[in-house]
């Protein structure tokens, strides 16, 4: 079994720093991409950053410049910095997981964690 793990998430003012970590732990295998998504009620979970195997990043426009993805890849761990936070940063942000195994692939996501934001 596989559990991925956020924490991090909590209330901060607007211009606040919060860092979210993500961590797989048990039977998982090689392990490619990993990203941090979030979700606000009533809409769609959107991507907030990636980050490849190689150290490769992208990120949403609306974060890039305040936000850094980084993982650590002995401890099969993702994290997501985030400055100069946004009352409209303000959501669930959730933890993707890409893993391979013989050639099919896996996606496991974590149980969320909450961030407010205040304005």
């Known amino acids: 079994q596989v559990q991925v793990v956020e924490s991090g998430g909590g209330l901060v003012q607007a211009g606040g720093s919060l860092r979210l970590s993500c961590a797989a732990s048990?039977?998982?295998?090689?392990?490619?991409?990993m990203g941090w998504y979030r979700q606000v009620p009533g809409k769609q979970r959107e991507l907030v950053a990636g980050i490849t195997s190689g150290g490769s990043t992208n990120y949403a426009d609306s974060v890039k410049g305040r936000f850094t993805i980084s993982r650590d890849n002995a401890k099969n761990t993702v994290y997501l910095q985030m400055n100069s936070l946004k009352a409209e940063d303000t959501a669930v942000y959730y933890c993707?997981?890409?893993?391979?195994?013989?050639?099919?692939?896996?996606?496991?996501w974590g149980q969320g964690t909450q961030v407010t934001v205040s304005s």
């Open positions: 993707k997981i890409v893993a391979r195994r013989f050639g099919v692939r896996y996606d496991y």
């Open positions: 048990g039977r998982i295998f090689s392990i490619n991409d």
